[in-house]
């Protein structure tokens, strides 16, 4: 939001600049709401929800881009624009083009008008609309929905002598109807009709049309003499039209002129070119040509370059490709071609590139070419290579050999011409000094992925003067640093400034220690025995430094330790502190409670514990009188008199627990979480009933047992001992000294 706020304000301001300094040009309303340049050449009126061009008019303009507006109807006032040469307004909502909409418009080149609204030709005034633009070279009409192109009574047609390059993609075009439509564009080049739903293409008449792409339609045939029509026709694509078979061999489609043509991702069983003595370039790729004929292109003589892969092409023959004597590029991968006649390469002598990968071939043969510098072999099925499999291919720069199953490469295979070898991915274990014997011209050998072990020598490249280029990487190898060779044949690979490989690519795949450690990370300590066994002197001097150190970081530690200690004990020490406190203000509020308490020295009978309110309500009714039980109840009259000297203990725990005491209070938790019986309880109530408990215990045996029995009399519980243990437990927990110390009181507070 910020940004774009931002960025308005920028434009205003430029605009604002802009306007002020063209007063006099007039273009003041139109760089206000636009974005001009500099030298006001080209204006920039995309994107800003205009319904009719802003006021203005200037000579000097050039370029006016009107795209992805709201206009419904052609701006009127561009005539006055008389110098402009380019003019998009693609992405409005224009459905007619009025006659005179072009008017004074001279020195236009370039009209955008796709994606717009136009569903019909006589919408466009085809006639008399293009008239005054006598510049006009490029028309775009693309994305509208005219689904024909006819020639109604010639009033459909479009009539201009300079539009040279007509764009009528997706369009919904299905037929094209009628005497030429293209009749009224009398230097016409260039025709896109791709993207439409097209089945024919039928009566395209030109004799300038030089580029006709019918590309991602519905062609399904094209009659042998649809192309007369086109005799200047050079560059014909029609890939992508899924059913489109060329026509069969009785007729061929035919063109003199044809030099470029692309017919792939169709249904073409068989490539039919014989009508196209001048093509060029030819791409069948991603169709369904499953063989060649003998002489299959023997009238392609110009023919330079082939692509036939992605089709099932099973086999060939020697003669498949006679006549292609000026073929440099050849694509056969992705087929299904097991063998490769010996002299069929020869047919083609000025072949420098075939590529034969994802094919089955098993074996490279015996190819002869004098003129192939390039070839791959990749992703087959090729064991096996023949010491002699290369001496036919006289001039073989390049092979690629990757993604094979071959295990072993012959000795002294040769070959005078070859520098890039490529044996990535096979299932090579072993080379030795006279594998690359004779491939003198070596430059880069590959054989990454292999299942090599034992570690390479220099020796195996000693008639390779020219080798830059070792790829080692993903082997086994199994790394011996004692064996003098390893360190030798690394130095060999890795030392400027002949370098061969990174040393990061050479790694360990054995013994079980050195698995996955570069072979200098595994030797290091072998190859450079002075770091592995300091000297005397190094040593002291090591172990110096070491004592020092630990010395140092021992005094730390304890430093450390100490200082904790001592905050430790602070800590502690303010606990204590707080806790004596507590106990202070505690023994004197119950000394109070005790002197008021003397005055009204309570019967010892009455000394047993009232029962609490709840145990009180769950009790069995007892023969009492009213009285009695009113007696017992905890009323706040009673408290405050403090009749019974461990009623008011506990009133003094409440208190001090809401003196927010924390130690106590933590303690009469303690009790409450022990008093597993009572846990559902609310917790007042059980702290009170605790501490009544335990004064009452410490009391007297007779009575404790006496509230025992009453306990199990209240909850029917069926294991006597279990209580009593519990309640035993209690005592001797050893946890709650504090606890423990009231009840002391208490004994002394009785004895008192
Ligand atoms: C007009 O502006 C649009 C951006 O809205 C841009 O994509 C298009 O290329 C411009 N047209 C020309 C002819 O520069
Ligand atoms: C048409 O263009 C000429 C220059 O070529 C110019 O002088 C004239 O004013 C323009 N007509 C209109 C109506 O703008
Ligand atoms: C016309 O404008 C569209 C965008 O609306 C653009 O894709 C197309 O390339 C333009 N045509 C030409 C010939 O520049
Ligand atoms: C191939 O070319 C020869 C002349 O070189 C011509 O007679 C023959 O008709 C051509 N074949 C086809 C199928 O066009
Ligand atoms: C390989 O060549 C080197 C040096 O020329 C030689 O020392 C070594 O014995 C040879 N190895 C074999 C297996 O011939």
């Known amino acids: ?35 001009c340049s500099a030298d006001k050449t080209s204006i920039d009126c995309s994107r800003r929800g205009l319904t009719d061009l802003p006021d203005g008019f200037n000579s000097q303009v050039t370029k006016l881009n009107l795209s992805n507006n709201e206009f419904n109807t052609f701006p009127r006032n561009l005539h006055t624009f008389y110098n402009l040469v380019s003019l998009d307004i693609s992405g409005n909502r224009l459905n007619e083009l009025p006659q005179d909409a072009l008017f004074n418009l001279t020195a236009l080149e370039e009209l955008n008008l796709s994606r717009n609204y136009f569903e019909s030709w006589m919408s466009l005034n085809p006639n008399e609309a293009f008239q005054p633009t006598t510049s006009l070279k490029t028309l775009d009409l693309s994305n509208n929905k005219f689904k024909t192109m006819g020639n109604l009574a010639n009033r459909e047609l479009i009539i201009s002598s300079s539009i040279e390059t007509l764009i009528l993609e997706r369009c919904e075009i299905d037929s094209i109807h009628g005497r030429s439509p293209l009749s009224g564009l009398s230097n016409i080049k260039s025709l896109k009709l791709n993207s439409n739903p097209l089945i024919r293409i039928q009566s395209i008449i030109s ?20 192309l007369m029509y086109l005799p200047s026709l050079i560059y014909l694509k029609m890939s992508h039209n899924y059913r489109l078979e060329l026509s069969s061999t009785a007729y061929n489609l035919f063109s003199d002129s044809l030099k470029y043509l692309d017919i792939s991702y169709c249904n073409v069983l068989q490539p039919n070119l014989q009508g196209f003595p001048n093509l060029r370039r030819a791409i069948l790729n991603h169709n369904m040509i499953r063989f060649l004929r003998s002489n299959e292109f023997v009238n392609n003589t110009m023919l330079e370059y ?12 020697s003669d498949t490709f006679r006549g292609l004597t000026l073929i440099k590029y050849l694509d056969l991968s992705w087929n299904e071609i097991a063998n490769i006649p010996e002299d069929t390469l020869l047919e083609m002598p000025s072949l420098t590139q075939i590529k034969l990968s994802r094919n089955y071939l098993t074996n490279v043969g015996h190819l002869k070419s004098d003129s192939v510098t390039v070839l791959d072999m990749s992703s087959c099925e090729i064991s096996s290579i023949g010491q002699d499999s290369l001496e036919g291919l006289q001039s073989l720069v390049d ?7 071959l295990s072993h490469i012959p000795d002294s295979i040769s070959s005078n011409t070859l520098k890039y070898l490529n044996l990535n991915y ?16 070596l430059i880069g ?3 990454i992925g292999n299942r090599f072990t034992t570690i390479w020598r220099r020796s195996y490249f000693e008639s390779n003067p020219y080798l830059e280029r070792l790829d080692l990487s993903d082997n086994m190898w ?21 370098k061969k490989e990174e040393s990061y690519n050479l790694v360990c795949n054995s013994p079980i220690t050195l698995i996955g450690q570069t072979w200098l990370e595994a030797c290091y300590f072998v190859w450079n025995p002075t770091e592995k066994i300091p000297n005397p002197e190094g040593l002291i001097w090591f172990i110096t430094v070491m004592i020092v150190g630990l010395t140092v970081c021992l005094l730390l530690v304890n430093c450390i330790k100490r200082s904790m200690h001592r905050r430790l004990a602070a800590i502690q020490a303010e606990r204590e502190r707080q806790v004596e406190e507590a106990r202070d203000r505690l023994r004197q509020l119950r000394m109070r409670a005790e002197q008021e308490a003397l005055c009204n020295t309570p019967d010892p009978r ?47 725990l409440e208190e001090t627990e809401r003196n927010g005491d924390v130690p106590v209070l933590e303690d009469i938790e303690i009790s409450e979480a022990s008093n597993g019986r009572r846990r559902h309880r609310p917790r007042r109530e059980i702290s009170r009933y605790g501490s009544h408990e335990v004064a009452e215990l410490e009391q007297s045996p007779g009575a404790r047992r006496r509230r025992m029995s009453e306990y199990n009399a209240e909850y029917d519980s069926p294991n006597d001992d279990n209580t009593t243990v519990e309640v035993q437990a209690e005592l001797e927990r050893p946890l709650r000294p504090r606890l423990r110390r009231y009840s002391n009181d208490d004994i002394r507070e009785s004895d008192f």
């Open 606 to 652: 009455d000394l047993i514990a009232p029962p609490s309110y709840d145990e009180a309500l769950s009790m069995p009714k007892v023969s009492a009188s009213c009285h009695s039980l009113n007696e017992t109840g905890t009323g706040k009259t009673k408290r405050k008199r403090g009749r019974r000297k461990t009623k008011s203990s506990g009133d003094l």
């Open 445 to 447: 050998l590959s054989v």
């Open 426 to 441: 096979n299932r090579l274990s072993f080379v030795n000094n006279y594998t690359f014997f004779m491939l003198p011209r």
């Open 207 to 226: 004799s300038t049309l030089k580029s006709l792409d019918v590309s991602n339609c519905a062609l399904s045939t094209i009659n042998h003499n649809e």
């Open 478 to 498: 199994r790394c011996d640093c004692v064996d003098g060779n390893m360190y030798d044949f690394y130095e060999y690979v890795t030392l400027e400034p002949s």
């Open 306 to 317: 082939l692509d036939l892969s992605y089709n099932n092409i099973g086999s060939l023959k």
């Open 399 to 405: 092979l690629d050999l990757s993604r094979n199953l």
């Open 1 to 35: 939001m910020v940004r774009l706020s931002s960025t308005l304000c920028v434009l205003m301001l430029i605009s604002i600049a802009n306007g002020a300094a063209d007063f006099d040009s007039g273009l003041g309303d139109l760089c206000y709401t636009c974005v």
